[in-house]
T-cell receptor, first 112, second 113 residues
């Protein structure tokens, strides 16, 4: 059972367009991280959100943690070709088995 | 500072063989986790080691095992390889066992023929 579902799975857009990626779960997470993975590389952390309703901005990227800490979204404004990659959300449950659960991933291709 | 180093980067094995992958985390990072990444299943957690002890384990068969050395370097082993074991194996380090950022290596891409 996949605890974190991301949508859409694939997204191909033109440079300059806006987009939103969603990360949804029926479970509550103590924190949620977003990673980007480029071809041939490992994932790299973009942001961590901890508080329900929290909004964080990283240049053109805006991350939001749902009020109930069950979902999150990533919005990219005026996408650039350098934004191309696999976006992964990862939730932390906390407690004794404190391991990250990764989402299904969203593969973004930004065309010039 | 040096990043996470995984070796080998690429390898090809045949069914029934076994494979050992190595991971050296960033200096000072004592927790090492291993993940399997495939197009169909995404990133699946294998196990986490801290202070040479396995602290967490994912839902993988016993053919998948690992260990950690006193210098925090970690190895994972897969015995009796199956075609379905073909994947990118990623290791990730972090400072402590608690919450925090994972620092990933570039992965070891295993192909089983």
């Amino acid at each position: 059972t996949q605890l974190l579902e991301q949508s859409p799975q694939f997204l191909s857009i033109q440079e300059g367009e806006n987009l939103t990626v969603y990360c949804n779960s029926s479970s509550v997470f103590s924190s949620l991280q977003w990673y980007r993975q480029e071809p041939g590389e490992g994932p790299v952390l973009l942001v961590t959100v901890v508080t329900g309703g929290e909004v964080k901005k990283l240049k053109r990227l805006t991350f939001q943690f749902g009020d109930a800490r069950k979902d999150s979204s990533l919005h990219i404004t005026a996408a650039q070709t350098g934004d191309t990659g696999l976006y992964l959300c990862a939730g932390e449950r906390g407690g004794a088995t404190n391991k990250l659960i990764f989402g299904t991933g969203t593969l973004l291709a930004v065309q010039p | 500072k040096a990043g996470v180093t995984q070796t080998p980067r690429y390898l090809i094995k045949t069914r029934g063989q076994q494979v050992t992958l190595s991971c050296s985390p960033i200096s000072g990072h004592r927790s090492v986790s291993w993940y399997q990444q495939t197009p169909g299943q995404g990133l699946q957690f294998l196990f986490e080691y801290f202070s040479e002890t396995q602290r967490n384990k994912g839902n993988f068969p016993g053919r998948f095992s690992g260990r950690q050395f006193s210098n925090s370097r970690s190895e994972m082993n897969v015995s009796t390889l199956e075609l379905g074991d073909s994947a990118l194996y990623l290791c990730a380090g972090k400072l402590t066992l608690n919450t925090g950022e994972l620092f990933f290596g570039e992965g070891s891409r295993l192909t089983v023929l």
